[in-house]
């Protein structure tokens, strides 16, 4: 009894070429459109998928295709779907979502080669769409992959004669695209960069770890870690510093309404007016895109990093760096930094006087705690951090991602109740303790930790390691760091102990078998990826300047490098005549056969005109030499065979080692 896959292919060698050819059509079309199912609104994947199999099945049965009203009635449903969906029907995302949908509309109608031809063009364009929402390299790879496919499509349409095999068409577009990879890389390397086009602010971050503009304490219950990548590092020289000392600052939160911490505006944050110890530690960030200004700087960066023409760093009073517009393309830049710092104003007089304030009335319960504490500690800054610290060591805290909902007074309710939460938590509470206290205090986000990748050196930053800790004010001392969460949770600063999302089914059980292996695939992956982040992304226009240097240009400008790339497509463009000059003076391989058939009957005494088919010369021979000129006769057949069959039951190599071993009359 056949199995189901054997019956299927064998009702497919069936099938007549238009259906094949629709069938393959639409698996490519699929593979095109996989990268962009995790952007667009669930209707349009369901609407797409649906017509996509609606019209594989009307191919397999060679049912007819349905009429205009069918089309026109979805056209008008897409359209109305995507105004609900985007409130418009411009700009990236509707633009997206409607191309995406017309690509599969379009094939509802697909009867002539004009209509697969806008098929192929529009597939092109969908292609270069899936690049806005990533540039990984694992897109990189399924759209190469759509590319071959389509290119199989394309070579395949333009061979109307029989049913040529996929495979064929498949070498041929894979001979295409080797012979212009010159081309490409050309492009690639010489190409002036320009900023790409794509990149929009994106809130999406609510209830996953990452980095905010705002912090919302008490209004998540469940925090998911996200395991995305946010940078990588990579640290000069043979020792990086400890784990413990990693702290990547991003956005400083200083006004706090009683629910919400924020930004102070740049004008009220002073001048940062950094004091170090020590030497500083140089390194390397490369920063994925985020659609948000911030840079990410090893505490405490006092230099501003170099970066790509066209961004700028902008320094702030608390620190923190930004650029001049979002980052929406992956950005290498590197820093120097020192790890023992504190900064701002000695005097109390030059703290502003937001970073003491409380609303009234919030927290009642902590501000009590916080007159207690300053009673038994004389009011020292130093000994009121050091009594906090203490009684988050030896209260019972538990550093929690699901904390579960807080009411309005979180830091009430921290200190006193739950005694649970994650580092957001923490960081609130203490800082409201301490301004309840009389100390100026603020809350600084960024990252922590982070993991070294065995493979390529790369320190790797998630936003899973994304963390908030504080700063306290002393007189005559400035501000200083304090991470109220090393007292709760000493595993989770540094990436000792840390929490981490559930495996899934499948890790998990590869997980069980080899708890290494898991580890091991990550980091290859990962230093895979890094690599085509550095070499591939991060191929700026100053690495173009530098690849001409490496050339013997002293001092190159993009004016050479258009000069280069100009030379460079002059000279693919001469070879690609070369060659295919040389390709018309070829004949074809079954003609040269053919010909070399005709000599031979030719010296057997068989007449035959220049231009006759091999039929023509088989009865030629035969009336010359009647039996004898039988296998001649029939190798003859063959070969008319494998030239005009529809399904041609051999190649042109068997016919030539035929053609060796005949016994020709005469």
Known sequence: MTTLPLRLRSQAAGLPRDARDTLFLLVVIALVLLPQLPSLPMWTSAMVGAVLVWRGRLAWQSAPLPGRRWRVGMLLVALAATWLSHRTLIGREAGVTLVVVLLALKMLELRA???AF???FLSFFVMLTSFFQSQSLMTAVLMLAALMGLLTALVNAHMPVGRPPLAQSARIAAFMTLAGAPVMLALFLF???LAPLWGTPNEGMTGRSGLSSTMR???IAQLALDDGIAARVRFDGNEPPPRTALYFRGPVLARFDGVEWTSAQPWERGLPLLRTRGAPVDYEITLEPSNRPWLLALDAMRDAPALPE??????SGDLQ???NRPIGDLLRYRGQSHLDFTSGPVRRASVPGFMLSLPVGSNPRTAELARQLQAQTGGSTPALVDAVLQRLRTG???YTLEPGLYGAQTADEFWFDRKAGFCEHIASSFVILMRAAGVPARIVTGFQGGEINSVDGYWTLRNSDAHAWAEVWEEGKGWWRVDPTAAVSPGRVGQFQRLAPPPGFFAGAIGAMSPTLIQHARALWEAVNNAWNQRVLNYTQSRQLDLLKAF?????????????LLLALVAASLGGAIWAWRERRRTDAWLRLLARARNRLGRAGVAAPAGSPPRRLAELAAARHGNAAGPVRDWLLRLEAQRYARDPSEGLAVLRRDFRRLRWPG
């Open 113 to 115: 080669r004009r209509d």
């Open 118 to 120: 806008v098929v192929f």
């Open 191 to 193: 190409f002036p960069r």
């Open 217 to 219: 304490v008490g209004t």
């Open 310 to 315: 066209g961004l700028r760093a902008l320094p």
């Open 321 to 323: 760096w930004s650029t």
């Open 396 to 398: 019972g805290y538990v």
């Open 552 to 564: 013997g240009m002293d001092s190159p400008s993009p004016a050479d490098l258009a000069r280069v």
